[in-house]
């Protein structure tokens, strides 16, 4: 059993198609298929369903493609430490940024002060088509849910918390209500809102938790991008919903944040590493450098 059939059935079992995987392999279809029958040979047994070009995976192949998974993880984490104990450094780290992006100049300063020639590659949107292939995108994530599912700080696929914060109201300095300290849902019926487009996990989260008290916003603007609804609530065209830890800039002399008292509506923010290959020193340091940038963010939140 050599490395490379396992590494061509393992394409073949994502790719599901014989021609497709021969593609990306950039090998003869009649070569691939003779490498996968030689496996099979080898095993003794099956490891596909077989319907003309199409093919998927049998129990027997579900269970090498488990195995095979296991033997690449540690090849590639055996292959990350000896280049670590022979110096080689790993000076780029990709960081996907799904949320908070509010933060991302503060975290890279504190990042590039922590760990001083390190390469930071900084990811807002995720194509697709990677996604779909089960590609990832970053070395480390930076994500919202819907929910707080944690246990012990960890969600079911591993992430960590790092940050809760209150949805709070954001409205221009002027306006009658900015002149209270706590306001109720009560109070916002017939304001007009500007919203970010559904495109934001972020507005997601916050329909879904203040729909939970039957409240549905009166949104007159939707808008793209968070410093464009800035701009707008200092032209006094409407209010919105914020988090107010991460989006602690919108707060100024334009600018109020108020609580909203029977409406406890938080959002979460995770930390997770990419999938599938070992993480490098420089990785996880990066990650420890979050995580203690959030911690200090945590530290900072206004009392409840």
Same mark, same amino acid.
């Given at each position: 059993?050599?490395?490379?059939?396992?590494?061509?059935?393992?394409?073949?079992?994502?790719?599901?198609?014989?021609?497709?995987?021969?593609?990306?392999?950039?090998?003869?279809?009649?070569? &691939?298929? @003779?490498?996968? +029958?030689? %496996?099979? *040979?080898?095993? #003794?047994?099956?490891?596909?369903?077989? $319907?003309?070009?199409?093919?998927? &995976?049998? @129990?027997?192949? +579900?269970? %090498?493609? *488990?195995?095979? #998974?296991?033997?690449?993880?540690?090849? $590639?984490?055996?292959?990350?430490a000896i280049e670590e104990e022979?110096?080689?450094?790993?000076?780029?780290?990709?960081?996907?940024?799904?949320?908070?992006?509010?933060?991302?100049?503060?975290?890279?300063?504190?990042?590039?002060?922590?760990?001083?020639?390190?390469?930071?590659?900084?990811?807002?949107?995720?194509?697709?088509?990677?996604?779909?292939?089960?590609?990832?995108?970053?070395?480390?994530?930076?994500?919202?849910?819907?929910?707080?599912?944690?246990?012990?700080?960890?969600?079911?696929?591993?992430?960590?918390?790092?940050?809760?914060?209150?949805?709070?109201?954001?409205l221009p300095a002027e306006h009658?209500?900015?002149?209270?300290?706590?306001?109720?849902?009560?109070?916002?019926?017939?304001?007009?809102?500007?919203?970010?487009?559904?495109?934001w996990m972020l507005t997601r989260?916050?329909?879904?938790?203040?729909?939970?008290?039957?409240?549905?916003?009166?949104?007159?603007?939707?808008?793209?991008?968070?410093?464009?609804?800035?701009?707008?609530?200092?032209?006094?065209?409407?209010?919105?919903?914020?988090?107010?830890?991460?989006?602690?800039?919108?707060?100024?002399?334009?600018?109020?944040?108020?609580?909203?008292?029977?409406?406890?509506?938080?959002?979460?923010?995770?930390?997770?590493?990419?999938?599938?290959?070992?993480?490098?020193?420089?990785?996880?340091?990066?990650?420890?450098?979050?995580?203690?940038?959030?911690?200090?963010?945590?530290?900072?939140?206004?009392?409840?």
């Amino acid at each position: 059993m050599e490395l490379n059939q396992l590494h061509y059935f393992r394409l073949a079992a994502e790719t599901e198609n014989i021609s497709k995987t021969a593609k990306l392999l950039h090998i003869s279809q009649p070569s &691939l298929s @003779q490498t996968i +029958r030689r %496996l099979e *040979e080898e095993i #003794g047994y099956p490891l596909f369903c077989r $319907e003309g070009k199409r093919i998927g &995976l049998n @129990q027997s192949g +579900r269970l %090498l493609l *488990e195995a095979v #998974g296991q033997i690449e993880e540690i090849l $590639e984490r055996t292959k990350t430490a000896i280049e670590e104990e022979n110096g080689q450094r790993h000076l780029v780290v990709s960081i996907y940024v799904g949320c908070a992006s509010m933060l991302i100049p503060q975290l890279l300063r504190y990042l590039k002060k922590r760990n001083p020639g390190v390469q930071y590659i900084i990811r807002q949107w995720e194509q697709d088509s990677l996604l779909s292939a089960g590609e990832e995108t970053a070395d480390v994530r930076i994500t919202s849910k819907t929910a707080d599912d944690s246990k012990d700080g960890r969600t079911l696929d591993g992430s960590q918390l790092l940050l809760t914060e209150h949805i709070c109201l954001a409205l221009p300095a002027e306006h009658p209500l900015a002149a209270r300290e706590l306001l109720y849902l009560q109070d916002l019926k017939g304001e007009e809102f500007i919203s970010l487009n559904q495109n934001w996990m972020l507005t997601r989260i916050i329909e879904q938790e203040i729909q939970k008290h039957a409240f549905w916003p009166q949104v007159t603007m939707w808008v793209d991008n968070p410093n464009l609804m800035r701009e707008l609530l200092r032209e006094r065209m409407g209010i919105a919903f914020i988090p107010d830890v991460s989006w602690r800039a919108f707060a100024g002399r334009d600018i109020v944040i108020r609580r909203i008292a029977d409406c406890p509506v938080k959002r979460h923010i995770y930390l997770s590493a990419g999938q599938g290959v070992p993480m490098t020193k420089e990785q996880r340091e990066c990650m420890e450098g979050i995580r203690e940038f959030f911690r200090e963010k945590e530290e900072e939140q206004p009392d409840t």
